[in-house]
């Protein structure tokens, strides 16, 4: 009898599994000083009970990091296995982590694309989410130490 995939809140204590998880997907940027195990442990300070993580078997087949800052929520760094995509594990754990946020009184929540990363865009689109053409998204580098390596 094949085991149930497991959505569950993540804890630090996953981040090892959640990083080599990371290191899978291919394109996936990886930022040298917010995705190291020193940063996803300030964020998960931060929002202690919305980032989820799905299991199977003992092992992290999913993970959304997922915080808020008291108005509005985003998620970072979605993924699945691709072995295990297509069976509704990444819309369950949105939806765990969106129960997250309203929970908290959070009323939106956003994300950002890579604008090459096609499955991921389908796959927002297919649930439901809007696609914004009104806004540009702009970013300002803080600390130019916390470089993004993409992975191959």
């Not at 993580?53 to 997922?66: E, K, N």
């Amino acid at each position: 009898m094949q085991q149930e995939i497991q959505i569950r809140e993540m804890h630090l204590e996953d981040y090892g599994q959640v990083r080599a998880l990371w290191m899978t997907i291919k394109g996936f940027g990886i930022r040298s000083l917010d995705d190291s195990k020193e940063g996803v442990e300030r964020f998960i300070r931060r929002n202690p009970s919305t980032s989820v993580v799905a299991v199977d078997s003992g092992r992290v087949i999913g993970a959304i990091l997922c915080g808020h800052d008291g108005r509005r929520g985003c998620f970072y760094h979605v993924c699945v296995h691709e072995d295990y995509r297509k069976r509704g594990i990444g819309k369950s754990m949105a939806v765990f982590a969106m129960k997250a946020l309203q929970r908290e009184q959070i009323n939106k929540v956003s994300l950002i694309a890579f604008k090459s990363n096609e499955v991921g865009n389908h796959f927002w689109r297919s649930v439901g989410w809007t696609f914004r053409e009104d806004l540009n998204y702009y970013d300002f580098t803080l600390n130019d130490a916390n470089i993004t390596e993409f992975n191959k």
